[in-house]
């Protein structure tokens, strides 16, 4: 018996549950904060130069993301076609052969 979570022989359970996986983090960063003194332009680079790492990171994370969500949802595809692509050749088998 299958059911929600239990993909065996549900593929298309499995692609929707492909498509669902991981969490994309938020790519929106706050301004950081300005001053006109030395220790508070010395503070905001600071901060800027962590705010534009963490810009970087987050699109690889969320590039990774997408592209995790995108082989789970064709593995149990490709499993269909092979099935598929198995059975033609099990049901053609016996063509052109003769006793």
């Known amino acids: 018996m299958t ?8 593929t ?6 492909g498509a669902n996986a991981g969490t994309p983090l938020p790519a929106g960063f706050p301004v950081s904060p300005t001053g006109s003194d030395t220790k508070s332009v010395a503070i ?3 901060l800027n130069a962590l705010l534009d790492t963490a810009r970087v990171e987050t699109g690889i994370y969320n590039a990774s993301v997408d592209t995790l969500r995108q082989g789970l949802v064709q593995a149990p595809r490709a499993v269909d076609a092979t ?4 059975a033609a050749g099990i049901n053609g088998s ?3 052969f003769s006793i």
Do not use: L, S, V, Y
Not at 3 to 10: A, K, L, Q, T
Not at 83 to 86: E, F, K, L, Y
């Open 3 to 10: 059911g929600p979570g239990n993909i065996r022989g549900e």
């Open 83 to 86: 099935d598929a692509a198995g």
């Open 94 to 96: 016996g063509e052109g």
């Open 44 to 46: 905001a680079a600071a």
């Open 12 to 17: 298309d359970a499995g692609a929707a549950i």
